[in-house]
């Protein structure tokens, strides 16, 4: 039983390998829709063509292969005809070998009546290079180079396949010998045209082609603008495997070549061995997130990511290894990870993971596809359609499978988000609703709390109006003279310092008087204290009267004298203010106790621009000078200080 199942699994993985090594390394056979049988017969019987001839004829009967494959030129090739026994006709495991050097085919024509244009169409874009030679009537007539080594403008033909028209003419045999050097396998689907059946069959398949590469386009730039608009990790990799995919399609039916790089056939011969191992890779990460594998299985999640890790690894490698060792290794690459990812999905599948049904068809579709093509390539199945088409369908059912279920996980992802924003929504009602309340709270506390501090505020504002009151009064006690309620010395200090300094910054003029009142101790001798304490309060009412601004201050200096500060004034207009107050003072009738009382008083004056800070006490030294001259001069006059 177990060398059973080992056989039937060695069977399995050859049938794979095979129907990779179509994709790696051949391109879709159009044409070759009939099989053939064995024929033993010589290299030179050629093929009969008339004009009732079939057009669409499939030339593998009739290729012929060289046993010797030293052969380098068709010179060296016709002197060996000759021997017959080099040549053999071409059978299906020639077909199936990997790697062609100096190989040569051929297969002749003769047309014995009619005139007939035909086209010979090679199948198989990703051939490296082909040298056709085409005789007529054993005369070499012309000499064409191609392949996907060269750049795309040198075919005889600009189309995907490689094509060669020609003429026939009646009795003409044409004998054509194909040199051929390709590093895949010799894959050589050859068919014989007429030019509008050609062109109505190469319209069908071209459109065929077209469908399937525009359905992979639209999902994968779809995928990506879903990438990039969600910022979802899903849609990137899957759409970075579509595109993988897209492209390596375009370069097996040689579509990329013809339109997105025919100049650079060096990128024509990488692009499939480097792109077959980045869109596996691809596949792995989107397996890993659409699968969950974090939140399932982190095994699985481990092996996937270190798969990946190995098929970009050999992405960047294989162009440097040889082509040979890296199909192999690249096929059992495509079909170990294959085996994994459909392992993956039926494990999710038991587990009942969402998505992972859909998931496993989408795999193991395109697994059944890529084994029908296997079976059909090893002829184990004769169906009539190209032995490439199973696995293109099944590479296109996988795509819009896996395209369904990146829907169907958005889709679910949208609804947890609706879930989870209503949840949302609900907590955010209920936050707000203890805001509210905290808030109600809050004001609550707080009007009560503002209450209280506009009681105390209150009570506050009333002690301090009462302090402030108490202040001043304090404040006017400690600058007024009680006795005449005047400004007191201490004041007159203060003040005399500050508009010395104003004095001095503004360059204006400030003037002083001291004043005394004449013969005062005469009135408090003849009349007593209380009556000198009167006169002294009459006359400072009086000097007071005469002082109109308010920068301009009386003190009480001393006990008879008094000391008058103003600021911005000259001498001249000092001598003038203190003549009024004398000439005032001097009419005042006072009757104390029936008895008169008459007053008089001497002034002195001195007046300057402050220019040092110890020059408004000089000024009052100069005033008080000027005082005593005139109390020398005769009382009862005013008297302007002078150095003489």
């Known amino acids: 039983m177990l060398k059973h199942n080992m056989d039937w699994l060695r069977r399995s993985m050859a049938l794979l390998l095979s129907s990779f090594f179509i994709i790696l390394s051949t391109g879709v056979n159009a044409y070759d829709a009939t099989s053939y049988t064995e024929n033993t017969e010589h290299h030179n019987i050629p093929l009969r063509l008339t004009a009732s001839s079939i057009t669409k004829i499939d030339l593998k009967p009739w290729l012929y292969i060289h046993n010797s494959n030293d052969v380098t030129e068709i010179a060296n090739l016709k002197l060996q005809n000759n021997n017959q026994s080099q040549w053999r006709k071409l059978t299906s495991n020639d077909l199936r070998k990997i790697g062609a050097k100096n190989t040569w085919l051929s297969f002749s024509l003769y047309n014995p009546n009619d005139q007939l244009s035909r086209i010979i169409a090679l199948d198989n874009p990703l051939m490296d290079s082909i040298k056709l030679f085409h005789l007529v009537n054993n005369e070499l007539l012309n000499i064409e180079h191609m392949g996907d080594t060269l750049p795309f403008d040198q075919r005889p033909l600009q189309s995907n396949l490689f094509l060669y028209p020609f003429d026939i003419k009646p009795g003409e045999l044409h004998t054509f010998y194909f040199k051929i050097d390709n590093r895949g396998s010799l ?13 109505h069959a190469i319209e069908t398949q071209s459109l065929a082609n077209g469908f399937q590469i525009g359905i992979l386009i639209a999902i994968g730039v779809f995928s990506l603008f879903i990438a990039l608009a969600s910022g979802s990790f899903s849609y990137s990799y899957y759409s970075g495997y579509v595109i993988c995919l897209t492209v390596i399609v375009a370069s097996i039916h040689g579509i990329a070549f013809q339109y997105l790089w025919p100049n650079w056939p060096s990128l024509q011969q990488l692009a499939v061995p480097v792109l077959i191992p980045l869109a596996l890779a691809f596949a792995l990460m989107f397996t890993e997130k659409v699968m969950q594998l974090k939140y399932h299985s982190k095994p699985m ?25 890296s199909l192999y290794l690249l096929s059992f690459s495509v079909i170990f990870i294959s085996f994994i990812l459909i392992i993956f999905s039926l494990i999710q599948v038991f587990k009942r993971t969402k998505n992972a049904r859909l998931y496993a068809i989408g795999r193991i579709g395109l697994f059944v596809g890529s084994l029908f093509s296997g079976l059909m390539y090893l002829g184990y199945l004769n169906w009539a359609v190209f032995p490439q088409t199973p696995v293109m369908i099944g590479l296109t059912f996988e795509v819009v499978i896996m395209a369904a279920v990146l829907a169907m996980r958005y889709n679910d992802e949208r609804k947890a988000k609706l879930q989870m924003q209503q949840k949302a929504l609900e907590q955010a009602v209920r936050l707000q609703q203890n805001r509210d309340e905290a808030l109600r709270a809050e004001a609550e506390a707080n009007e009560r709390l503002e209450q209280m501090v506009a009681e105390r505020t209150l009570e506050l504002e009333v002690t301090l109006r009462e302090l402030n009151e108490a202040n001043q009064k304090l404040t006017q006690q400690n600058t007024i003279d009680s006795l005449t309620g005047v400004k007191n010395r201490s004041e007159f200090d203060r003040r005399l310092t500050a508009e010395g300094r104003i004095s001095r ?13 004449d013969k005062f101790k005469a009135i408090n001798d003849e009349h007593g204290h209380l009556a000198g304490d009167h006169s002294i309060k009459v006359i400072a009412t009086t000097i007071s009267d005469y002082l109109k601004r308010p920068t301009d201050l009386v003190s009480r200096f001393g006990g008879e004298e008094f000391a008058i500060i103003l600021p911005n004034t000259d001498s ?6 203190a003549e009024h107050v004398r000439l005032a003072i001097s009419k005042l009738s006072i009757n104390w106790e029936g008895s008169p009382i008459p007053l008089f008083v001497s002034i002195g004056v001195s007046a300057a621009v402050v220019e040092t800070e110890e020059h408004p006490t000089l000024l009052l030294e100069q005033a008080d000078k000027a005082l005593y001259q005139a109390k020398r001069g005769g009382r009862n006059q005013v008297c302007q200080f002078s150095p003489e």
């Open 187 to 199: 894959n050589f689907p050859l068919v014989l045209w007429s030019k509008n059946d050609f062109s």
């Open 301 to 325: 999640l481990l092996l996937g990511r270190y798969l990946a890790v190995y098929c970009i690894l050999l992405s960047l490698i294989v162009s440097f290894i040889d082509f040979k060792f």
């Open 505 to 517: 910054r503004q360059q204006t003029s400030l003037a002083l008087l001291m004043l005394d009142i």
């Open 572 to 577: 001249e207009g000092a001598m003038t203010l």
